[in-house]
Every structure is written in C-alpha cells, then in structure tokens.
C-alpha cells in the first residue's frame, strides 16, 4: 500500500521540530520538509493551510495534523500508522 504523502513546513532551530522529524524518521516515513526561514513565501502558505503561525505544521495526504505534540498524541491512540498507510 502506497504512504501517504507527508509534508512537515519547519526551521532548522525548532527543537519541536526536530522531534517531529525524529519521530517520522524512525517510523521510516519519507515527508517534505518546507523550510519557512529558507522560504519566507512558504509562511503565508503554511499558515493559510494550517491557520496557524508555529512549527512545525505537519500534513498527512489532505490531512493537517497539526504540530509536534498533535503529531505525537495521535501516534499515542494509535491513528498515525492507519493514516501514514491510507496513501491519501
């Protein structure tokens, strides 16, 4: 079954960040990263997609999860792996 596409807008600063990217990593998920201070532009995107102005902003096929706490909660009840693996 085809991963869903996985698409994670950052800064290379954000300790959030990097647990977020350690988590995907050892789950073995291949994601985007969009570096908002590389590509100021991608702010405005990340936060007309997200409504919100932290990092990181994690989106799963169409699905915004949200941030590194969201990203670990939802992994926590069990629904990050059925949505990693819905290829939406």
């Not at 936060?47 to 799963?60: D, E, K, L, Y």
Request: charged share 25%.
């Amino acid at each position: 079954m085809a991963q869903a596409k996985v698409v994670m807008y950052l800064t290379d600063w954000c300790p959030y960040c990097a647990r977020a990217r350690g988590l995907l990593e050892h789950k073995g998920v291949e994601f985007e990263t969009i570096n908002i201070d590389e590509r100021p532009e991608a702010r405005a995107e990340m936060m007309a997609r997200s409504g919100r102005r932290s990092v990181p902003q994690i989106f799963i096929g169409d699905t915004h999860v949200g941030g590194c706490d969201d990203l670990y909660a939802l992994d926590a009840d069990g629904g990050l792996d059925p949505l990693l693996n819905s290829g939406a």
